[in-house]
């Protein structure tokens, strides 16, 4: 990663037999692998599974960053990516899966290291489609129908230019702005998780790495303008791609607009390229629907006896 002693990338490894295809996952903005956690088990019986934390965010090393361009904020997270992975699978081509923001860095690394592939899996990733030119941020504003809720967009627009995250006013309110955070952001963001229990450790682990110094989440601004659209957009740029296949993962009821995705597959602009919808599903779709979710997995990179063979069993699981 780096001589700095906060230049460490943060990982979970599971494997359960030797002969496993390999598959690194990555999470999304401001997260962990730990989001994952619905999922990781059952994949791993599939795949060697690494379940990766991106340089500065997670449970990773926060080195100083400012992330002044997107050339730069790209360097960032690929480049320590790239090393990890050079260390710890030593050569052996592998899956390589991303959601939202780590989607979008997934499809930069399979632009920068193709050969290193096996295929390229995006969920509901950021930074697809490319901005319509008539788009402005008056639009961001006039999706609100309050007064307070036009103020509060019109501020967060304004802090996004200025680089200023999320992040930067809960950590000075301390660990009670974290918590109110974390309550607005569970309900709103992770409303499929509903046990007790397991809500508690969510917000238990979110608010230790939300409370960590900022360092990765200040990309965000250089990479993606207000609205969610990326100033250098993947659209054009993965049609580059020659040797892997790309699929494409979106909840059917995603805010995450998949019209590129479709595009992209029905006209096969990249050649062998899917797109599967997971069912009752929103962005966090390995929340709201983490059997679906793994079937679309399963389906896409095994086939469908492979997949039928997990569904039969998650259902005689689930019916005991």
């Not at 962990?32 to 934390?53: E, K």
């Not at 990733?125 to 901005?131: S, T």
């Not at 699929?247 to 009821?253: E, H």
């Not at 006896?305 to 259902?315: D, K």
């Amino acid at each position: 990663m780096g001589e700095g002693p906060d230049d460490y990338i943060h990982c979970v490894e599971l494997k359960k037999r030797e002969g496993l295809p390999k598959l690194v996952l990555v999470h999304g903005y401001g997260a962990g692998g730990g989001v994952f956690y619905r999922i990781i088990n059952d994949l791993a019986d599939y795949f060697h599974l690494f379940v990766v934390d991106l340089l500065g965010m997670g449970s990773s090393g926060r080195p100083t960053f400012e992330a002044p361009s997107v050339e730069l904020a790209e360097d960032f997270f690929v480049n320590s990516l790239k090393q990890f992975i050079d260390l710890t699978l030593k050569g052996e081509k592998f899956f390589l899966a991303g959601h939202s923001l780590g989607g979008y860095l997934a499809a930069v690394y399979a632009l920068r290291y193709e050969d290193d592939l096996l295929k390229l899996l995006l969920l509901s990733p950021v930074g697809l489609p490319e901005k319509p030119d008539d788009f402005t941020h008056q639009e961001i504003v006039d999706r609100f129908d309050t007064w307070k809720g036009r103020t509060y967009a019109k501020a967060a627009m304004y802090l996004w230019d200025k680089k200023v995250t999320p992040f930067g006013p809960m950590r000075a309110m301390g660990s009670w702005g974290t918590k109110a955070f974390l309550n607005f952001y569970l309900k709103n963001r992770m409303d499929a998780i509903t046990d007790k229990a397991e809500r508690k450790e969510m917000k238990r682990y979110l608010h230790q790495i939300f409370l960590r110094p900022a360092s990765g989440e200040h990309a965000i601004s250089s990479i993606l303008e207000p609205g969610s659209w990326a100033r250098k957009p993947l659209f054009n740029r993965i049609q580059t791609l020659q040797t892997i296949d790309v699929s494409f993962f979106y909840g059917d009821r995603d805010w995450m607009d998949p019209a590129a995705a479709i595009h992209i597959t029905e006209s096969q602009m990249l050649k062998g390229s899917r797109l599967y919808f997971i069912q009752d599903a929103d962005h966090h779709l390995y929340l709201d629907n983490p059997r679906d979710t793994i079937y679309k997995l399963l389906l896409d990179v095994f086939g469908e006896e492979t997949a039928a063979r997990y569904q039969g069993g998650a259902e005689r699981t689930q019916a005991t």
